[in-house]
């Protein structure tokens, strides 16, 4: 995933975490299934003790992991800004008992308590995906998923995605330098759609052309259409040791939640 990231921080774990941490030493592939069945059980609580409980283990992952935490910090901040209206909205939308009312406008606590579980479990899964799967290469990650089994084509277009989204972007940015080289200022005209219309048509364009390029120069390489596994992977005492201790916190927030008051 490092590749849709900025150039000066290409992924988590680029940011001055060192190289070998508990969570690097996993196999990529029990990183990948430990989070989805983490991100499964979060998914599946309902009371808010045992919610914050799963948030509370996502940080544990963080710390454990070494991720650098005001990056992290910052980008789940970035992904809680998608939701932020929506959280505000719920209290508004969500029959029930009445909190405060605004313009006529009813904002209950039912509202308020779906809003918070909303963002304590979207916090909790997004934490743990950055933590166990957001510090790994796309490469290492793609082979991963194609030794569980995954469709071949599917990991190929989620590798050619992840690499080719920041090559879309620096096309956009060269165009867009043009742009501003020519003294081009944006404002509410026709001649201001018509050259935005022209930058997104040149952009699919110049797309397809170096998709081309892209092409021959596989082919050029023997590229068939088969992912080459370049490491093997090797499921270890640790993967183990992680695995158990992953069911054992998963049962404890069941737990936690059918006896939650």
């Not at 050259?195 to 120069?217: D, H, K, N, Q, W």
């Amino acid at each position: 995933m490092g590749h849709v990231l900025t150039q000066a921080q290409k992924t988590l774990a680029g940011t001055g975490t060192p190289a070998l941490t508990a969570v690097n030493r996993l196999d990529p592939r029990t990183r990948i299934l430990g989070v989805c069945v983490f991100g499964v059980v979060v998914v599946a609580l309902s009371s808010l003790g045992a919610l914050t409980a799963a948030l509370a283990v996502s940080v544990a992952f963080l710390l454990v992991s070494r991720l650098p935490i005001l990056p992290t910090v910052k980008r789940m901040a970035a992904m809680d800004g998608f939701i932020i209206f929506m959280l505000v909205l719920f209290p508004f939308t969500v029959p029930g008992d009445t909190m405060f009312t605004i313009w006529g406008f009813d904002a209950t606590w039912q509202g308020l308590g779906q809003a918070v579980e909303i963002a304590l479990t979207a916090n909790a899964v997004i934490l743990a995906l950055m933590t166990l799967v957001g510090s790994m290469e796309p490469v290492t990650m793609g082979h991963a998923l194609y030794r569980l089994r995954c469709p071949e084509k599917l990991v190929h277009l989620m590798m050619f995605t992840i690499r080719y989204i920041e090559v879309l972007r620096e096309e956009y940015l060269r165009l867009r330098a043009a742009m501003k080289v020519r003294a081009f200022r944006p404002s509410t005209s026709w001649h201001t759609y018509r050259t935005f219309g022209y930058l997104v048509g040149m952009i699919l364009v110049r797309a397809i052309e170096r998709s081309e390029r892209i092409l021959a120069a596989m082919k050029c390489r023997g590229f068939s259409g088969r992912i080459m596994l370049l490491q093997d992977f090797a499921y270890t005492r640790r993967d183990a040791v992680f695995g158990v201790v992953l069911i054992i916190v998963c049962a404890a927030l069941f737990r936690l939640d059918a006896t939650w008051p």
